[in-house]
């Protein structure tokens, strides 16, 4: 067989993968369109579900619950935005089935049986930390900056002549509100996703449970600087993102160390693991007959 065939032969699988993967494509944009279409629909009622932390927190201090448009587009903006965020959760359970049915073909039975407990837990990580930042943080958040609001009676003359302080009260834009939370909800979710990622790294032998507990400062690091950048500036938040996200990060040293657990005891099942070969490993390098400890 010359070059030219091996060649040929070589770029057939590719070009069929490519086929594969542009009908794939083409499927996740239809399904996210559709889902974004029907979101448009109904997203005055999505806006209203999502502004029921805002609302309580102003019920409780006794204001109505209203936000302006301050620019004649503003509404439009504010239905796309929530037509994005609806059809991507939406169609989010179809975009997996979609990349699980590229995916699985080059997979073994074992990868697949070790690939798709983590395909479906991604989504619902991501839902629990949704949930969370929405029913949560964002009412905390909320109170803490409605605190600086100032009530007073304008124009009203006090006894020793002095005017009295000015009402400064919320009257919060849909958009500028509308963004803040979102932010709030990707953020967690985002962030919810640590131990998926990290015990899935593990599975692949990418991290160890020693080498993520001996690098803990550094990530305690990370984790600070990661609240302050996708946190607003108010120290509530910030505490909880951080509080959270450093318990997520030890909850995934221990499910990597029982994905090493597991793994070895089916190295061990199947021979390939042996207790002698580990005792050399941690010898005493002055004398190589005695192990360590």
């Not at 559709?34 to 997203?43: L, S």
């Not at 990349?99 to 989504?123: D, H, N, Q, T």
């Not at 949704?130 to 006090?158: C, I, K, N, R």
Request: aromatic content about 12%; some cysteine.
């Amino acid at each position: 067989m010359s070059n030219t065939d091996e060649i040929e032969d070589s770029a057939a699988p590719l070009i069929e993968h490519l086929a594969e993967l542009r009908t794939r494509l083409i499927h996740c944009v239809v399904a996210f369109l559709v889902g974004m279409v029907i979101c448009f629909t109904v997203a005055t009622p999505i806006f209203n579900f999502l502004t029921a932390p805002l609302c309580s927190v102003l019920s409780e201090r006794g204001q109505d619950c209203g936000l302006i448009f301050i620019s004649p587009q503003e509404g439009f903006f504010v239905a796309i935005k929530v037509s994005l965020l609806g059809g991507l959760i939406l169609s989010f359970p179809y975009l997996a089935f979609q990349m699980w049915r590229f995916v699985a073909p080059g997979l073994y039975r074992s990868e697949k049986g070790a690939f798709l407990p983590f395909l479906i837990a991604s989504p619902f990580m991501f839902l629990l930390g949704a949930s969370f930042a929405f029913y949560v943080v964002t009412p905390l958040a909320y109170d803490f900056f409605l605190g600086f609001q100032q009530f007073g009676a304008e124009g009203e003359a006090l006894a020793d002549g002095q005017s009295a302080p000015l009402s400064v009260v919320f009257q919060g834009s849909a958009q500028e509100y509308l963004n803040l939370t979102i932010k709030f909800i990707v953020a967690f979710g985002l962030c919810f996703q640590l131990p998926v990622l990290l015990t899935l790294m593990g599975k692949a032998g990418l991290v160890s449970a020693e080498g993520l507990g001996a690098v803990r400062k550094y990530a305690v690091v990370a984790i600070l600087v990661l609240a302050a950048l996708v946190t607003p500036p108010d120290v509530i938040t910030q505490v909880i993102l951080f509080v959270v996200v450093y318990g997520l990060y030890e909850v995934s040293i221990f499910l990597v160390a029982r994905v090493e657990k597991k793994r070895e005891a089916e190295l061990r099942a199947q021979g390939y693991y042996d207790d002698e070969d580990e005792e050399d490993l941690v010898a005493d390098p002055d004398d190589p007959t005695k192990p360590l400890g």
